[in-house]
């Protein structure tokens, strides 16, 4: 069959790597890519003369040509470019996260629903090999009864001007969370700050409350020198740690004594990011509804709301939806 052809909006330092992810596969055919810094672009035209490029992404979105989308943008662009994407029949991979509001995110899955369109959302943990084997050990029971996840996410910079750190970190581990524990949060309470910049915290703080009375703790900061991406998984038999920053052993298993009961899961290496975009493409092809899909999507967005309220209530615990 013919590649789909695809056109992605956003070519920052994110946007570059779904172009070359997208190029590598050969079931996809990028035909252009539109930034609204006419800088990035130039790049572009110097390695791939092939594809076209533009300064407007509404533009694009016009071009017969093109089957699908893929929206690398600052969140606050997100829902009018997937909107007028969605309306116009074309189906849409969307960084996450999916929306900056929760009625955005709402509006977004009708519209993909009312025109039968796919709509993916780039959770691209989901597509972690290691995240995939935890989530196979929780579901076959190596582990027990889920007690509490510990989630940490830390980095130094860069610090965002569009969202704070819970939106743009805590997204990652809330939708690993939902897809360990096969359910979106129930409540969410939070503290946070420093504020760099006005209104924006650097650190956030959330506690989230599943079905079965489950705790998910997480930590989220752009103002940390240690990079870390780990989350534990606490069980009633065994627990699983989960470090990213690992690459020998990302998931290790202890026993209820803290002792290492094994020398941990065999992880297969795979990028993730190919992984995912490889997933768009198919489902674009099979019709299928991806793993991260807009109703995914849409969970996070939720429990990230909730979040924000909690911040602006002195960490009063909050409704998820």
Not at 18 to 26: A, G, I, N
Not at 181 to 207: I, K, M
Request: charged share 25%; hydrophobic share 40%; aromatic share 6%.
């Amino acid at each position: 069959m013919d590649p789909i052809k695809l056109s992605v909006i956003g070519h920052g330092r994110w946007g570059q790597n779904l172009v070359r992810c997208f190029r590598d596969d050969p079931n996809s055919s990028i035909v252009s890519i539109s930034d609204l810094n006419p800088a990035r672009l130039h790049p572009v035209r110097e390695r791939f003369p092939e594809i076209e490029t533009s300064t407007d992404p509404l533009a694009t979105l016009k071009d017969e040509r093109v089957r699908a989308v893929a929206i690398a943008t600052p969140c606050a662009s997100h829902f009018v470019l997937a909107e007028e994407a969605l309306k116009r029949g074309k189906d849409v991979f969307l960084e996450k996260p999916m929306a900056s509001r929760l009625d955005h995110a709402l509006e977004l899955c009708a519209l993909a629903e009312k025109n039968g369109c796919i709509l993916m959302v780039g959770h691209v943990y989901l597509f972690n090999e290691a995240v995939r084997a935890v989530k196979r050990s929780i579901e076959t029971g190596l582990i027990g009864r889920v007690r509490y996840l510990t989630m940490t996410r830390a980095q130094l910079g860069p610090v965002r001007e569009d969202v704070n750190a819970a939106w743009d970190l805590a997204a990652h581990d809330i939708s690993i969370a939902d897809y360990w524990l096969g359910h979106g949060a129930l409540s969410a309470s939070a503290t946070g700050g420093p504020r760099l910049r006005e209104g924006r915290e650097d650190a956030v703080f959330a506690a989230l409350r599943y079905p079965g009375d489950i705790l998910v703790n997480i930590q989220s900061s752009w103002i940390t020198p240690r990079k870390m991406r780990e989350a534990t998984a606490v069980g009633t038999e065994k627990t699983l740690a989960f470090d990213d920053q690992n690459v020998e052993e990302p998931v290790r298993i202890y026993d209820d004594r803290g002792r290492i009961s094994s020398a941990g899961l065999k992880i297969a290496p795979a990028e993730p990011l190919a992984a995912e975009c490889r997933h768009f493409i198919e489902s674009v092809r099979s019709r299928r509804a991806p793993i991260s899909g807009g109703r995914e999507g849409t969970a996070v967005v939720r429990t990230l709301e909730a979040i924000s309220r909690s911040l602006g209530n002195n960490g009063r615990e909050e409704k998820v939806g």
